[in-house]
Every structure is written in C-alpha cells, then in structure tokens.
C-alpha cells in the first residue's frame, strides 16, 4: 500500500504563483515515478507534467515555461512549482505515483486532489 499527501492548493490571483507539493509513504520501493495531474469542471483529468527517479521530465504545453516539476527521492516527494498562474489552470491537482510490482508490472495510485483556484 501507498499513502499519498498532497498540499499546496488554495486561491491565488492571476499572475501569482503557488506550490503543491506530494509525500509517498509506505511500499514506495519500487516507485519509478511521480506526476501532476489536473481536472477542471467538465473536463477529462489531463498530464501536467511527470518526473521519473532520474529527474526526466515532462510538460503539457499550457504549462510549459510557467510549472516546474522536481522531486526529492530521499523523501518521495514530488513538487510543482507553478508560476504566473492563469484562471484556465483552475483544476483539481492529483498526485500519481508509478510503481512495479513482482513481476516488473507497472500499478499507480493516485492523491486525493488539491484544488487549484485562480482568480481574475
């Protein structure tokens, strides 16, 4: 089992900047990687941005040069850093995890979500 805590979310103005951050605990072994999610109202759940144990990653182009993902493997945390905030990145943020399991299969689990709500 994996235990996913998410922080960081909250309302912030237009421009401004905000920090989520996501804390894996318990059968985190085999973890290869961590990632952001986002849901707005009446849309599918989309990609951020990834970041695998050897710090590759990833951007949706919405975020690009805006979000920074990074990660610290000693705590299994995983950050997103998103800067110049846009009312269009109002979402609920999820945290995903990507383990193997026995057999090298690859199993995920998911954070509750953290609303991200940007005011114009």
């Known amino acids: 089992q994996v235990q996913l805590v998410e922080s960081g979310g909250g309302l912030v103005q237009s421009g401004g900047p905000l920090r989520l951050s996501c804390a894996a605990s318990g059968s985190v072994r085999s973890l290869v990687a961590m990632g952001w999610y986002r849901q707005a109202p009446g849309n599918q759940r989309e990609l951020v941005a990834p970041?695998?144990?050897?710090?590759?990653?990833n951007y949706a182009d919405s975020v690009k040069d805006r979000f920074t993902i990074s990660r610290d493997n000693a705590k299994n945390t995983v950050y997103l850093q998103m800067n110049v905030l846009k009312p269009e990145d109002t979402a609920v943020y999820y945290c995903?995890?990507?383990?193997?399991?026995?057999?090298?299969?690859?199993?995920?689990?998911w954070g509750q979500g953290t609303q991200v709500t940007v005011s114009s």
């Open positions: 995903k995890v990507d383990l193997l399991n026995s057999l090298g299969l690859p199993y995920a689990y």
């Open positions: 970041i695998t144990n050897v710090g590759s990653t």
